[in-house]
Nanobody
């Protein structure tokens, strides 16, 4: 089992920046890929960014060049630096972690942190 707790969501004006954090606890040695999804009102949850244990990253097209995902293995933490925020980035942001134990995979989710981009 892995527990994930996000923080850093806030209300910010368009063009502003936020840094989201996610701290993992539990069976952290089993964690493989970590990342962020988001869900806007009335929309399906979508992948924002993900990062492998060795630092390879992937981003959805809408955030490329504006968001940066990173990990700090020493702190069991995942981050999402969000710059040049747009109203369309308003959503609940969820941290997730994929674990692999021998051949069994599982995905764990945090409860989410709210990001509001508005003037």
């Amino acid at each position: 089992q892995v527990q994930l707790v996000e923080s850093g969501g806030d209300l910010v004006q368009p063009g502003g920046s936020l840094r989201l954090s996610c701290v993992a606890s539990g069976n952290i040695k089993s964690i493989d890929i970590m990342g962020w999804h988001r869900q806007a009102p009335g929309k399906e949850r979508e992948l924002v960014a993900a990062i492998t244990p060795v630092g390879a990253t992937t981003y959805t097209d809408a955030v490329k060049g504006r968001f940066t995902v990173s990990r700090d293995h020493s702190k069991n933490a995942l981050f999402l630096q969000m710059n040049s925020l747009e109203p369309e980035d308003t959503a609940v942001y969820f941290c997730y972690a994929r674990t692999v134990v021998i051949t069994t995979e599982a995905t764990y989710w945090g409860r989410g942190t709210q990001v509001n981009v508005s003037s």
